[in-house]
């Protein structure tokens, strides 16, 4: 590993532990020219997961298009940022243990909406509107008589 500072090649890892998030690893790391120290974070190369959209579109996955999504459903409702990005993380690791390099986005939308249900009931009435185009009052009071009858 390259040293920040003065460009050197030779550093040495001085401590190893997990991150914060349990997904990566935290290193110190020590220069051996300079004597400086500073910290790296070493992550899994995951494939890249390609969407397909409702129109047959490709794009590549974004994690920020999900956690808008969430946190459009969640404004203004008793959840927390945590909870908000475990539900993210959670809805991530459901998606990338499939091992697909291709994946609906109709089924990305129907893991949220099944986390959002355990988390917060009106925020998955919310997310539930917008992702499923209710038309009309009926619909939506179809989706509101599933949710109460469970």
């Known amino acids: 590993m390259k040293c920040p500072f003065c460009s050197n090649e030779n550093t040495r890892v001085i401590d190893s532990r997990p991150a914060d998030d349990n997904s990566s690893i935290r290193r110190r790391r020590l220069c051996d020219e300079c004597g400086k120290r500073f910290t790296t974070y070493e992550k899994v190369e995951t494939i890249p997961l390609i969407v397909i959209k409702k129109d047959n579109n490709r794009e590549q996955y974004d994690r920020s298009k999900i956690e808008a999504g969430v946190l459009r459903a969640c404004h203004k409702r008793p959840v927390s940022a945590n909870d908000i990005n475990k539900l993210i993380d959670d809805v991530e690791n459901e998606i990338f243990n499939r ?29 539930a509107s917008v992702y499923r185009e209710f038309k009309d009052v009926n619909t939506f009071m179809e989706e509101l008589t599933k949710l109460l009858n469970q």
Do not use: P, T
Not at 99 to 119: A, P, T, Y
């Open 99 to 127: 091992e697909e390099r291709e994946i609906e986005s109709n089924q990305i939308g129907e893991i949220v909406m099944d986390k959002l249900k355990d988390l917060e009931a009106v925020a998955y009435v919310r997310f």
